[in-house]
């Protein structure tokens, strides 16, 4: 059975003692004098998650020997920076719901959380600064420029049935797999790894994020709402043609092609029964999982560069917990 929800970050718990300190930071930075700011950041940071971005800046770190405390601001920099574009995403997808409880924006309307998306981009920018590092604000600054690009490529892409795998695998790298590659770098960065190593680093963050957000994809058609905290078919409603539907194109018959086509240009989550049945008799789904499970384990290779720790067996036990899970 997949783990759950809850094992995925039991497993990498070696850094629980550090994330607290990486609360507190966050805790800390999110302060404003203005009353709203503070009440949409502690609502959408309160809302939990599996965190994986700052822990991997934690677990690089502890790997390279790095126990200075610029390492917690670092991982606090990350969350802000994902949370801002969970923000944005909730409004472009007109999303109602996330991590089990309503978005920010169906709380506290759009503009709202729009606007406080760009105060956790201008904080986390803040903080980079205040970190002192160049090679900090280089990858950061170009990590955010890259996620940008990928909201914008998955937006052009929405409600196109004849959408490439490349172009859908593209989204990917640009607009999730960015972040846990600029998180595993700077754990590198911070232990001034030489560039062989710190290249090895991002290329684990950068495969463990792709395999995340392939599983992501594959639960939108197969998973538990309760357990997902969303909800289920949110992908097909938004017109997103992901691998578990691009696949199934390629696979079913012409009649099942054109309803999934139609369903795909016109968001229709009605048919989300039918679409179920087709991605699992043609194979769609353990396709996508054995896509994700190709990508952990290129990500696993590449902690061969890594000295053997505890920290290098927690990234291990990762690349096996962000693919066979269930939520």
């Known amino acids: 059975m997949p783990p759950s ?27 404003s004098e203005v009353a709203l700011i503070n009440k949409i950041s502690a609502y959408i ?29 670092l991982a606090a920099i990350v969350e802000f920076i994902h949370t801002a574009t969970l923000l944005h995403d909730d409004v472009v997808d007109e999303s109602s719901m996330r991590r089990g409880r309503e978005t920010a924006n169906a709380l506290f309307g759009n503009a709202a959380s729009v606007l406080v998306g760009d105060f956790l981009y201008s904080r986390a920018f803040q ?16 990590a955010t420029n890259v996620i940008a690009e990928g909201e914008v490529l998955q937006l052009i892409n929405m409600h196109d049935p004849d959408l490439a795998v490349e172009d859908y ?18 754990g590198a960065v911070l232990g001034n790894a030489d560039p062989k190593l710190e290249e090895a680093c991002a290329s684990y963050g950068r495969s463990v994020g792709t395999a995340f957000q392939l599983v992501d994809d594959l639960l939108d058609y197969e998973g538990d709402p309760h357990q ?19 696949m199934a194109m390629e696979r079913g018959t012409p009649q099942e092609r054109e309803l999934m086509r139609h369903a795909i240009v016109n968001g229709e989550i ?24 190709s990508e952990a384990s290129k990500a ?28």
């Not at 929800?5 to 999110?30: F, T």
């Not at 971005?53 to 790095?66: D, E, I, K």
């Open 300 to 327: 696993r290779d590449c902690l061969s560069a890594l000295a053997p720790s505890d920290a290098r067996d927690a990234l291990i036990e990762l690349c096996v917990r962000s693919v066979e899970r269930s939520s």
């Open 127 to 142: 903080m980079m600064v205040s970190v002192g590092c160049i090679r900090v604000l280089e990858v950061l600054a170009d």
């Open 228 to 246: 997902l905290g969303k909800n289920v078919g949110d992908d097909l409603r938004e017109g997103k043609p992901t691998l578990p539907l691009l």
């Open 45 to 73: 940071i309160g809302a939990g998650g599996k965190r994986i971005r700052p822990r991997l800046v934690l677990l690089f770190a502890r790997a390279m020997g790095f126990d200075r405390p610029s390492r917690f601001e």
């Open 5 to 31: 929800h809850a094992s995925l970050s039991n497993g990498i718990d070696l850094a629980a003692d550090e994330m607290a300190e990486v609360d507190n930071v966050i805790r800390h930075r999110l302060s």
């Open 270 to 293: 009605e048919r989300l029964p039918d679409i179920v049945t087709i991605v699992r008799r043609t194979g769609a789904l353990e396709a996508t999982r054995q896509a994700a499970r």
């Open 169 to 186: 695998l593209r989204v990917i790298r640009y607009k999730t797999a960015k972040l846990f590659e600029a998180s595993a770098r700077l």
